[in-house]
């Protein structure tokens, strides 16, 4: 689940995400990549419109946040560097 700045990382929306996966009670492993704009020449060049805010940057220090929580929660983390 890539973490988006100010779209799933934070606030109602990641609550919502917690919220679900606590109630799925699923234990397998939760990637939670940092966002990144390599898609970004791809939508260009197929003349398709970006949706999301091109000067975005991944919030390390939110994704390590969100991975902790995850981690004191039970569920099994993959870490991401940054």
């Given amino acids: 689940m890539p973490m988006i700045p100010k779209i799933n990382d934070r606030g109602e929306a990641w609550d919502v995400i917690l919220d679900f996966l606590t109630h799925l009670q699923w234990r397998g492993r939760i990637d939670l990549p940092p966002y990144h704009r390599l898609g970004l ?37 993959h870490q991401h560097g940054g």
């Fill in 41 to 77: 020449g791809k939508y260009r060049a197929l003349n398709r419109d970006y949706n999301l805010d091109p000067s975005l940057k991944a919030d390390m220090e939110m994704v390590r946040k969100r991975q902790e929580q995850l981690q004191r929660a039970g569920f099994c983390v």
